[in-house]
Structure formats: structure tokens, C-alpha cells
């Protein structure tokens, strides 16, 4: 029996076929994507008023099981690209938003940032690293920023990346300077795909520059969470279930405070993919829909939700996940934590 956050819920159906938009992206994990096919694509799908047709299909490669493609409607599109919009909100509301693929655009993270620039009405620039032969380095990178011409722009960046362009900068104070510029000037730097180390978010939060950790996943098309907040129109529940990780102390502060949950997380939000195309089994395990029609996705993960103080907002702070669990003394653990605090020893 699955725990959750609303009693009653109802597994979704798959989507099949018949559900596609006629233009809808088809995303593979081992076949690389054309960024300029994909724009032309969002660009034909966005133009009308279908909002419920399947406009991506974000699919993994099948190398450790079945493939599973995961279908986003245009309207969790737009909802998405709304909430990340609205999070960086600074009042102003001049300029419009222009983001910088970097990623490959086989993923959601670089597919949400080809669609997110058809939504602002602005041409994104690519890095060279995305479509030809050549790795991310810092100069590809200045030679992309140098192409932006809004003064509102985003980048979506993994860790790793981030760490190469501060590494190079710290190594070469003359590059470096062009470095921190250029990174100073983006409207949000999103850091998502891997966990990033305390190491490398202090570095950045030295610099002043203006990183969000993103939490999300394909089935919430991408982030959702940025830097422990829920966004705008997002709403996540954690649900106790048997066998989760003790919880860590959390910067000297136990966890176990009154107003900590901790649990699986299950999120719900006009983002959430409509499930698994024809796939009922896994839609019906992760997917599901409440009395009013309101959907939620039951993640593979565990988390913690609390506040610093009173009175302040709840952040959520990811474990790790429900299968990655580490049995130690008959104590069970996540090996996330332990890889935390293995990081921040000396």
C-alpha cells in the first residue's frame, strides 16, 4: 500500500500516442538533439492554443531497463517557464529573459531552456560545445556570453561546469577576471543534474553571483525547487514511509525540531508531466490524480522540509533517494548525507 499525501488518490492512465502535439519533441538520452530543429519545434507548438496535447518527450537510453519517455503538455511547459520567471522577479519587468544553452539539448534541462526562450520571445544563444566537437571550456563559454544581448539572462549549468569556469578563473587571474564578469552577469545561474559541493555554492555565493540549486526532474519538467523553495504554483507534500534514512544533523541543528517533515516527496503543480507514454504500469506507480483533478508525482526521493526560525518558510533539503540507502549498526542512512559530510572534512 503506497502512503499518500491526499487520501484517495487514483493512479493516472498512460498517454498514448493519439496524445502527441503534431509538432511534439521527441528527446532521446543517447541520440543528440538539433537546437535549432527543437526552437522551430516549440516555436509551431506554442503559436496555437492547444494546451493539453503531449509537446515533449523527454526519453531515457534503456541502459540499466526499460526506456521510459516521460510526456510534458504545452501547458507544463508554459507553467514551468512562468514559475522560473516569477521566482526571479526583481519588479523591474523591462528587459526580456534570454538564456544561454550550454547543456546538451537531449535532457530536459537544455530542452526547457530552448522552449523557456520561444515563451520570453527571445533567440537563445548557443555554445558552440552544445553543436560541434568541442568541449565546455571557459572560452567557449566568454565567446557565448559575449553574444547575449539582454541584460535579464540565465544560464542552466550542471557542477561540473561551474567548477571548471572558477577553477580556471582562480588558476589565471587575467582570464579570471573575464570569468567573474561574465558570470556576474547573468539574472540566475540554475545548477542542477548532479548535487553541487558546499565547497563550490560558498565559492559562488563569494563572488556574488546569483546561483540557484535546482531540484526537479523530467516528470516535473525540470527544476521546481530552487535552492530549497517551492515555486510559484508548486506544491510539495513529504509522506513517512518504513525503512527511510535516519536524518542528519543540519548545520549543528537537529532536524527532529517540531516543525521539520520528513518523508518521500510527492509534488504537485500545472508542471507535472502527464505520466509515461504508453507505459501504464510505471504511470500508475508514480502518477496520480485527486477528487478535484489535481495530479501529483511520487518521486524516488526522500527529503526534509523545514525552517531556519520561526515564523520563516519551509526549504527542502533532498536525502537522497528511496533505493539509495546505506545499512550500517542496523541504522539505515542516506548515502548522500554520507557523502556530505565526507565532502566537508578537511
Same mark, same amino acid.
Given at each position: 500500500?503506497?502512503?499518500?499525501?491526499?487520501?484517495?488518490?487514483?493512479?493516472?492512465?498512460?498517454? =498514448?500516442?493519439?496524445?502527441?502535439?503534431?509538432?511534439?519533441?521527441? #528527446?532521446?538520452?543517447?541520440?543528440?538533439?538539433?537546437?535549432?530543429?527543437? #526552437?522551430?519545434?516549440?516555436?509551431?507548438?506554442?503559436?496555437?492554443? %492547444?494546451?493539453?496535447?503531449?509537446?515533449?518527450?523527454?526519453?531515457?537510453? =534503456?541502459?540499466? @531497463?526499460?526506456?521510459?519517455?516521460?510526456?510534458?503538455?504545452?501547458?507544463?511547459?508554459?507553467?514551468?517557464?512562468?514559475?522560473?520567471?516569477?521566482?526571479?522577479?526583481?519588479?523591474?519587468?523591462?528587459?526580456?529573459?534570454?538564456?544561454?544553452?550550454?547543456?546538451?539539448?537531449?535532457?530536459? &534541462?537544455?530542452?526547457?531552456?530552448?522552449?523557456?526562450?520561444?515563451?520570453?520571445?527571445?533567440?537563445?544563444?548557443?555554445?558552440?560545445?552544445?553543436?560541434?566537437?568541442?568541449?565546455?571550456?571557459?572560452?567557449?563559454?566568454?565567446?557565448?556570453?559575449?553574444?547575449?544581448?539582454?541584460?535579464?539572462?540565465?544560464?542552466?549549468?550542471?557542477?561540473?561546469?561551474?567548477?571548471?569556469?572558477?577553477?580556471?578563473?582562480?588558476?589565471?587571474?587575467?582570464? *579570471?577576471?573575464?570569468?567573474?564578469?561574465?558570470?556576474?552577469?547573468?539574472?540566475?545561474?540554475?545548477?542542477?543534474?548532479?548535487?553541487?559541493?558546499?565547497?563550490? #555554492?560558498?565559492? !559562488?555565493?563569494?563572488?556574488?553571483?546569483?546561483?540557484?540549486?535546482?531540484?526537479?526532474?523530467?516528470?516535473?519538467? *525540470?527544476?521546481?525547487?530552487?535552492?530549497?523553495?517551492?515555486?510559484?504554483?508548486?506544491?510539495?507534500?513529504?509522506?513517512?514511509?518504513?525503512?527511510?534514512?535516519?536524518?542528519?544533523?543540519?548545520? @549543528?541543528?537537529?532536524?527532529?525540531?517540531?516543525?521539520?517533515?520528513?518523508?518521500?516527496?510527492?509534488?504537485?503543480?500545472?508542471?507535472?508531466?502527464?505520466?509515461?507514454?504508453? %507505459?501504464?504500469?510505471?504511470? &500508475?506507480?508514480?502518477?496520480?490524480?485527486? !477528487?478535484?483533478?489535481?495530479?501529483?508525482?511520487?518521486?524516488?526521493?526522500?527529503?526534509?522540509?523545514?525552517?531556519?526560525?520561526? @515564523?520563516?518558510?519551509?526549504?527542502?533539503?533532498?536525502?537522497?533517494?528511496?533505493?539509495?540507502?546505506?545499512?550500517?549498526?542496523?541504522?539505515?542512512?542516506?548515502?548522500?548525507?554520507?557523502?556530505?559530510?565526507?565532502?566537508?572534512?578537511?
Amino acid at each position: 500500500m503506497i502512503n499518500t499525501p491526499v487520501p484517495g488518490l487514483i493512479p493516472l492512465s498512460a498517454p =498514448g500516442e493519439d496524445a502527441l502535439h503534431p509538432h511534439a519533441v521527441r #528527446l532521446r538520452a543517447d541520440r543528440p538533439a538539433d537546437p535549432r530543429a527543437l #526552437l522551430d519545434s516549440f516555436g509551431r507548438i506554442f503559436t496555437g492554443n %492547444d494546451q493539453d496535447s503531449i509537446a515533449l518527450l523527454v526519453g531515457t537510453s =534503456g541502459s540499466t @531497463g526499460t526506456p521510459k519517455h516521460t510526456a510534458l503538455s504545452t501547458r507544463a511547459l508554459r507553467a514551468s517557464a512562468e514559475a522560473t520567471e516569477d521566482f526571479f522577479d526583481d519588479g523591474a519587468g523591462a528587459a526580456a529573459s534570454q538564456w544561454l544553452l550550454a547543456l546538451p539539448a537531449h535532457y530536459v &534541462a537544455g530542452a526547457q531552456v530552448l522552449a523557456r526562450s520561444v515563451l520570453a520571445g527571445t533567440v537563445p544563444v548557443i555554445a558552440r560545445s552544445v553543436t560541434e566537437p568541442v568541449h565546455f571550456t571557459p572560452e567557449v563559454f566568454l565567446q557565448a556570453v559575449e553574444q547575449l544581448s539582454s541584460a535579464r539572462r540565465f544560464v542552466s549549468l550542471v557542477p561540473t561546469q561551474l567548477h571548471k569556469l572558477l577553477e580556471t578563473a582562480r588558476n589565471e587571474p587575467r582570464t *579570471g577576471k573575464e570569468i567573474h564578469a561574465a558570470l556576474r552577469s547573468f539574472t540566475g545561474i540554475l545548477l542542477g543534474g548532479a548535487p553541487a559541493s558546499a565547497d563550490l #555554492l560558498a565559492a !559562488a555565493r563569494k563572488l556574488g553571483l546569483n546561483v540557484v540549486t535546482t531540484y526537479g526532474s523530467a516528470e516535473t519538467a *525540470g527544476g521546481c525547487v530552487y535552492s530549497g523553495s517551492v515555486l510559484p504554483g508548486v506544491r510539495v507534500e513529504l509522506v513517512p514511509e518504513e525503512g527511510m534514512p535516519s536524518v542528519p544533523d543540519i548545520e @549543528g541543528k537537529l532536524a527532529y525540531e517540531e516543525s521539520a517533515q520528513v518523508g518521500r516527496i510527492w509534488i504537485s503543480g500545472a508542471h507535472l508531466a502527464q505520466g509515461y507514454l504508453d %507505459d501504464p504500469d510505471r504511470t &500508475a506507480e508514480h502518477f496520480f490524480t485527486a !477528487a478535484d483533478g489535481t495530479r501529483w508525482y511520487r518521486t524516488d526521493d526522500y527529503g526534509l522540509l523545514s525552517a531556519h526560525a520561526p @515564523g520563516e518558510p519551509c526549504l527542502l533539503r533532498v536525502l537522497g533517494r528511496s533505493d539509495d540507502i546505506i545499512i550500517t549498526g542496523g541504522v539505515k542512512i542516506s548515502a548522500r548525507a554520507v557523502a556530505e559530510v565526507l565532502e566537508s572534512h578537511p
